[in-house]
Structures are given as C-alpha cells and as structure tokens.
T-cell receptor, first 111, second 112 residues
Framework: GEDVEQSLFLSVREGDSSVINCTYTDSSSTYLYWYKQEPGAGLQLLTYIFSNMDMKQDQRLTVLLNKKDKHLSLRIADTQTGDSAIYFCAEFHNQGGKLIFGQGTELSVKP | DTEVTQTPKHLVMGMTNKKSLKCEQHMGHRAMYWYKQKAKKPPELMFVYSYEKLSINESVPSRFSPECPNSSLLNLHLHALQPEDSALYLC???????????FGPGTRLLVL
C-alpha cells in the first residue's frame, strides 16, 4: 500500500528532546521529507534525507533513516515553545510521481 | 529564495459564485501543484502541472478547474462549489516533477 504512518500526538517539556517517528512503505523512495505546519500556515520544508544516507544533522534537527525497517525519525534538540506545530513525514513515490504524507504528529511543547 | 506566494489569503464564496485562486513562484521551477487540506489532516493532491502541461489529475470534480498560463503562475478556478469544499488550498512548486516541493502559505476557503 501507500501508507506512511506517524503517531498523532507528542507532548514534551521545553528544553527536552523530541523524537517524532514515521514508517513508510515504498522501498524505492529516493527522498524522504519532514515538513512543519504551524496553525493557519502552509507547510514549511524542515529537512529531507536521501535514501542512501543513514543520518542527516542540521542544527537542532537530526534525521535518522533505517532502510531495513523503513523507519524514519526526526529528533529536535532543546525543544522550544515555537516548535509546537504539526510535523508531516512524506515519501516521494517514484512510480506514481507523488508525495505521500503521513497523518501528521501534533507536537505540544509545555513551558 | 524558496518562496511560493498565494492570493487571496482568505476567501468566502457562495455556492453559485465563480472565483479564482492564484499561485506564483519565481524560482524557475517547472512543476506546480494544487493540494487541498482539511484541518489537522495531511494535504491531498489535486493536480500536477509539469512544464505547463497537466500531468496528474486526482479525479477532482469538474467544479475545480486548474490553469497554468506560464511557468511561474498557477490558477485554480472555482465554480458551483459545495460547503464540503471548504478547506485550505495549498500550492507547491518543485524544480521538476520529482524534485523537492516547496509550499505556499495557502488560501483558506469557506463555501457558504
């Protein structure tokens, strides 16, 4: 199938690390993405990882990719209240030529 | 610059109205997309234009009519919409049809 799965909610305290998990289905996907959506806004591209990589780090963000288990994670270090948003994992399906999104994880950061 | 702009930001229309949503990018991207998004749900693909030709139509009702006048502009013409069409309409663009997609801020549409 075309499912990309994420847990729906995550709550953390300010200053802690957040880890958002995602599983995908298409082993031929070349790129996997993380988008952030704040209330009332569009989707902001946070980061992406090429399928031949295991890890990518960009400031407070770390993406880990386990191709064997088709598992992708996004770690946000030192989480701030401004990180409160919905985070969408997405994979690009080469065959269909479409971006397939997970259901989104709503991250709530408590002071 | 990875900016995609959309106008208007908000739109309220009756079921008999005709309106258009506009999207613009100046990144030299040759693929542009329309998505529909309901609250707290992922975006749903509606249409894809690649090199100004419609390449994907996800069985969208004919009351939605896309148009790509040139490589920088994408329109979505709306006619006889239903209340269930109320949603956030997102435009995106990418360098080509397999490239990373960059999204605009969206148009929030309310159909009364």
């Amino acid at each position: 199938g075309e499912d990309v799965e994420q847990s729906l909610f995550l709550s953390v305290r300010e200053g802690d690390s957040s880890v958002i998990n995602c599983t995908y289905t298409d082993s031929s996907s070349t790129y996997l993405y993380w988008y952030k959506q704040e209330p009332g806004a569009g989707l902001q591209l946070l980061t992406y990882i090429f399928s031949n990589m295991d890890m990518k780090q960009d400031q407070r963000l770390t993406v880990l990719l386990n191709k064997k288990d088709k598992h992708l994670s996004l770690r946000i270090a030192d989480t701030q209240t401004g990180d409160s948003a919905i985070y969408f994992c997405a994979e690009f399906h080469n065959q269909g030529g479409k971006l397939i999104f997970g259901q989104g994880t709503e991250l709530s950061v408590k002071p | 610059d990875t900016e995609v702009t959309q106008t208007p930001k908000h739109l309220v229309m009756g079921m008999t109205n005709k309106k258009s949503l506009k999207c613009e990018q100046h990144m030299g991207h040759r693929a542009m997309y329309w998505y529909k998004q309901k609250a707290k749900k992922p975006p749903e693909l509606m249409f894809v234009y690649s090199y100004e030709k419609l390449s994907i139509n996800e069985s969208v009702p004919s009351r939605f009519s896309p148009e790509c006048p040139n490589s920088s502009l994408l329109n979505l013409h709306l006619h006889a919409l239903q209340p269930e069409d109320s949603a956030l309409y997102l435009c995106a663009s990418s360098q080509d049809s397999v490239g990373t997609q960059y999204f605009g801020p969206g148009t929030r549409l309310l159909v009364l």
